[in-house]
């Protein structure tokens, strides 16, 4: 999973015209620890998509503009447009993210 450093590489991503998500995280949180456990098999899985980190506290305004309350957290983004949201509280185990991308997938 690549990680994005600067709001122009940020949208530089998002605005291209593959599905990317794009998982918010910070070092400090235990939750998130949890999922780089688990989120490997889940992005080569669901390889249609291009897989990006964010660390909010790096990119705060980013987190902030996109509704990102808690972490971790997967947002889908197309053309330049969010299109799905995995809040943190629902992406704690790797059932609930395959889940959530199954839904989105249809």
């Not at 990102?68 to 609930?96: C, D, R, W, Y």
């Amino acid at each position: 999973m690549e990680s994005i450093t600067t709001a122009k590489q940020f949208y530089d991503v998002i605005s291209e015209t593959s599905r990317s998500i794009v998982k918010f995280q910070a070092g400090w949180c235990p939750d998130c620890r949890v999922m780089d456990m688990f989120i490997e098999p889940i992005t080569e899985k669901y390889d249609e998509y291009d897989w990006y980190d964010v660390d909010r506290d790096v990119l705060p305004e980013i987190a902030e503009k996109y509704d990102v309350m808690g972490i971790p957290s997967l947002l889908i983004f197309e053309n330049g447009e969010k299109k799905a949201h995995l809040h943190s509280a629902n992406a704690k185990s790797p059932e609930q993210v395959t889940s959530f991308l199954e839904e989105v997938s249809i």
